[in-house]
Nanobody, 120 residues
Framework: QSQIVESGGGLVQPGGSLRLSCTAS????????IGWFRQAPGKEREGVSC????????DYADSVKGRFTISRDYAKHTVYLQMNSLRPEDTAVYYC?????????????WGQGTQVTVSS
């Protein structure tokens, strides 16, 4: 059964950092553009970042530019989202997904999500 799994979320103080990881079972992420989107209570879903299958291009939402970095490790078949200078407004459930294109907003499969809470 194909499945995407996110990990690395947690509680962090404003200004802190977290690194989210995205892996898959039943298929390899290496073949796909991969992106992260987030969903906060009462807010619309927001695309955060994506990376092409080759890793040659990345894209970021304006709200996270300069603070978040997406990358992929082909040896580990893993995609990371390094989040620095976190703010309370970054609090959300973060989902990893296979995207059709990067840049883009249409995605296929996604995982169960990982909770990120930024609070003092």
């Amino acid at each position: 059964q194909s499945q995407i799994v996110e990990s690395g979320g947690g509680l962090v103080q404003p200004g802190g950092s977290l690194r989210l990881s995205c892996t898959a079972s039943g298929f390899t992420l290496d073949l796909y553009p991969i992106g992260w989107f987030r969903q906060a209570p009462g807010k619309e879903r927001e695309g955060v970042s994506c990376i092409t299958s080759s890793g040659s291009r990345t894209d970021y939402a304006d709200s996270v530019k300069g603070r978040f970095t997406i990358s992929r490790d082909y040896a580990k078949h893993t995609v990371y989202l390094q989040m620095n200078s976190l703010r309370p407004e970054d609090t959300a459930v973060y989902y990893c997904a296979t995207y059709y294109n990067c840049p883009g907003s249409d995605f296929g499969s996604w995982g169960q999500g990982t909770q990120v809470t930024v609070s003092s």
